[in-house]
Each structure stands twice: as structure tokens, then as C-alpha cells.
């Protein structure tokens, strides 16, 4: 346990200017359910795809619907919905916001099993394929991706697995490796595959990431192993948490095409695309242009965004610059960073912006960038320096 100071906050939780929070009473509950109840909107969207999956088949207009009115809907919320920058109460009890993190897994879990079932009753070709596809992807990158991202950054073991077992569902486990001990370490600089670069499209940054990071994660769990560059077939991989992540995952996969089909097979596969290619949108702009200097990561190093609605739908993930800083802080913990740099939009209006204006993104970008010092327009570290002096 963490030793706590005289005025009973832990020194991780002090503020960057070195003053602590005045010492509060623990709200009671009915003040900790009015700081959780925005939070619910992380269910919004695996809601709507549970509701989509239990009352299919639909006719294809119904399917249109489903797609139309909650992607207009959630880019109307993000761009309306204001800021929110306020700073966490280190006294907040953790059990509520431990128990949605516990009901968006059982939607997720549920949805897949949902998925294999609507489509061991109809063909592939409809557009219930189509929406399954963008629903269940999209809620995959909910209620799946972010939670396993909060959940394998957990100290419990049970958790950590919990948060592997979300990433099966997308395909994606190694992700758990290279995510931890990959991107986290070496974030920032040339040899993390997952920091997008300046000037970088995002084109070009997810034909080469994608493949990138599950190399450095297999290495990482070579290197655990005794030897980075031990072959396929060496006994010793028989330990590796990636080979035990492709064991897991295509065993879901092949399981669903062995007791549903194959319509039910190639959606699932497809939603799983969906949802880690959504998972790469979110990875180019945390980190993009931007350059670390010094072994430790600094505040600096991540982008921020203030959209209120993106902060609860995503269950904080948008304070990134502290996630970097505390990679073990509970979501409801994190804290804003003055001096990151700011995102032009919420995450989910970045979405069209950078998979459709990939240009005016990187110029929004830049133009941080430059307004900042940061990236290729950093100062060198002895002006730095001196200006400080």
C-alpha cells in the first residue's frame, strides 16, 4: 500500500504543481452515483447493438436505421456536448465505476454470442451482415478494446486475463503484449511501431503498424523466453502468452464456424477488423508527430482532448497524457495535463476527419504542434534550457 503523507493523499495523486488536494471526506452514495452516472454512456452504443442483435433478422430498411441514427447521433454528441476538465477526487470510492466496467464485458461477451446466433439463421448477404458489422465492430471497440485496455493495465491478475479474454473477441491478444510492455516503453520514439509519425497518413501508418505490432510482440515473448530469436516451432513457444493468444482466439473463431456457420464465421471475422482497425484510428492520433526526448515519458509525449462526451463514452481514455504518466490509474483517476498537447475534436468526430480529411487532420495537428514546441518543432534541449533559466 502506498504510504500516505500527512494530508492523507498518496504522492501519486498530487497535483503536478506540487500541491496536494485539501484532505475531503469520501462522498457518500448518493454524491458517488452523481459522479458515476455520466459514465453510463460508455453503454450506449453496446446497448444499441445488443438491442440490434436480440430483435434480428430485420428488414433492410430497420438494419439502415441502426447504422444511420447512432453513427449521426454520437458525432452530433461528441462536437455538442462541451468540456470537461475537471480534476478527480482521490477519495472517490472505485466499486461503482469497477461494476460498469464489469457490465460492459457481459454486453460484449453477450454480443458475440448474439452475433454467431443471428447469423446461423440468415445468409451473409444482407444488410443485417452490414450493420452486425459496423454495430457489433464498433461496440467491440467499446465495450471491448477500451475495456480490455483499462483492464490489462490492472494489477490483478484476474483482470489482466479478463481484459485478454475481451481482445480474443477482436482477434487482436497480442495486442495485451506488445500494448504493456511495447508501446508503453517505448512510446514516442522511432522503435515503437505504434506511435504515428509527422507527416505520417494514416494509410501508411496502419499498413505498417498492424503488422509491426505483433512482430515486436512475438520478440517481446521470445525475449522472455531465453531467446529473441528462437524459431516457430521451439518448444519454448509453447509458453508464449502470443502463441497462447492465437490458440484462444481463432479457437473462438473456429468455434463459431463449427456450430453457426460460415456466415456467422466471416462476420465475426469482419467485426473484429472493424473494431482493431477503429482501435489503429485511436493508436495514430494519440501519439502523432510526436517526438520523446529523454528516457522518461513525459506529460508531453501523449495528446489530450477535453470533449466531454468522449470522456465518458470512452471511459477517460481521452486524459492520455496521464494514463502515459500512470499507466496503473483507474480510469475515473486520470487527470488533465496542461501542457499536452490538445486534439482539434473529441475521438469520435476525429474518426471522419482522419479516415476522410486525412490532410486538414495533420494541418490541424501541425498547427498545435508548432503553437506548442513540440514535435519536429521542439526546441533543442539547451534553448529549452536556458529559456527556463
Known amino acids: 500500500m502506498a504510504q500516505l503523507r500527512p494530508h492523507g493523499i498518496p504522492p501519486e495523486l498530487r497535483y503536478d504543481s506540487g500541491m496536494v488536494e485539501p484532505e475531503r471526506a469520501a462522498p457518500n452514495t448518493s454524491e458517488t452515483l452523481r459522479i458515476w452516472a455520466p459514465h453510463l454512456a460508455a453503454t450506449i452504443l453496446p446497448l444499441i447493438a445488443l438491442a ?11 438494419a439502415l436505421l441502426y447504422i444511420l441514427i447512432p453513427g449521426v447521433a454520437l458525432q452530433v454528441a ?24 464489469a457490465v460492459l464485458v457481459t454486453i460484449q461477451f453477450v454480443n458475440i454470442l448474439l452475433l454467431a446466433r443471428l447469423f446461423s439463421l440468415q445468409s451473409f448477404w444482407s444488410f443485417d451482415a452490414l450493420a452486425s458489422i459496423v454495430l457489433v465492430g464498433a461496440s467491440s471497440g467499446y465495450s471491448g478494446i477500451v475495456v480490455a485496455h483499462e483492464l490489462i493495465h490492472r494489477p490483478g491478475r484476474f483482470a489482466r486475463l479478463v481484459g485478454r479474454a475481451l481482445l480474443c473477441c477482436v482477434m487482436y491478444e497480442h495486442f ?14 522511432p522503435d515503437d511501431p505504434a506511435s504515428a509519425r509527422f507527416g505520417e497518413s494514416f494509410a501508411r501508418f496502419y499498413l505498417r503498424t498492424v503488422p509491426a505490432q505483433f512482430r515486436s510482440a512475438w520478440r517481446l515473448e521470445s525475449r522472455r523466453l531465453g531467446d529473441e530469436e528462437m ?7 509453447l509458453h508464449s502468452r502470443v502463441v497462447h493468444g492465437l490458440v484462444a482466439e481463432w479457437g473462438l473463431a473456429i468455434s463459431i464456424l463449427a456450430t453457426c456457420g460460415p456466415a456467422a464465421f466471416a462476420i465475426f471475422l469482419l467485426q473484429a477488423l472493424f473494431a482493431t482497425r477503429a482501435l489503429e484510428v485511436v493508436n495514430y492520433f494519440e501519439h502523432w508527430g510526436l517526438t520523446r526526448t529523454g528516457n522518461r515519458v513525459r506529460t508531453v509525449d501523449s495528446w489530450d482532448t477535453h470533449s466531454r462526451f468522449t470522456y465518458y463514452a470512452l471511459t477517460g481514455l481521452t486524459r492520455h497524457a496521464d494514463h502515459h504518466a500512470h499507466a496503473s490509474r483507474p480510469y475515473q483517476q486520470l487527470r488533465v495535463h496542461d501542457e499536452a498537447p490538445v486534439l482539434p475534436r473529441g475521438y469520435i468526430a476525429l474518426f471522419p476527419l482522419v479516415l476522410a480529411r486525412n490532410r486538414e487532420f495533420q494541418r490541424l495537428a501541425t498547427e498545435e504542434l508548432r503553437r506548442r514546441r513540440l514535435g519536429p518543432f521542439a526546441e533543442p534541449e539547451s534553448d529549452a534550457t536556458a529559456r527556463s533559466a
Request: a positive charge; zero cysteines; charged letters at 25%.
Open 176 to 189: 495485451y503484449t506488445e500494448h504493456v510492455r511495447g508501446h508503453h516503453v517505448r512510446v514516442g520514439t
Open 231 to 237: 524459431g516457430v516451432f521451439d518448444r519454448r513457444q
Open 78 to 101: 461528441d462536437r455538442k456536448s462541451g468540456t470537461q476538465r475537471h480534476e478527480p477526487r482521490a477519495e472517490l470510492p472505485s466499486w461503482p465505476f469497477d461494476a460498469l466496467l
Open 52 to 62: 440490434f442483435l436480440w430483435s434480428g433478422p430485420h428488414p433492410w430498411h430497420v
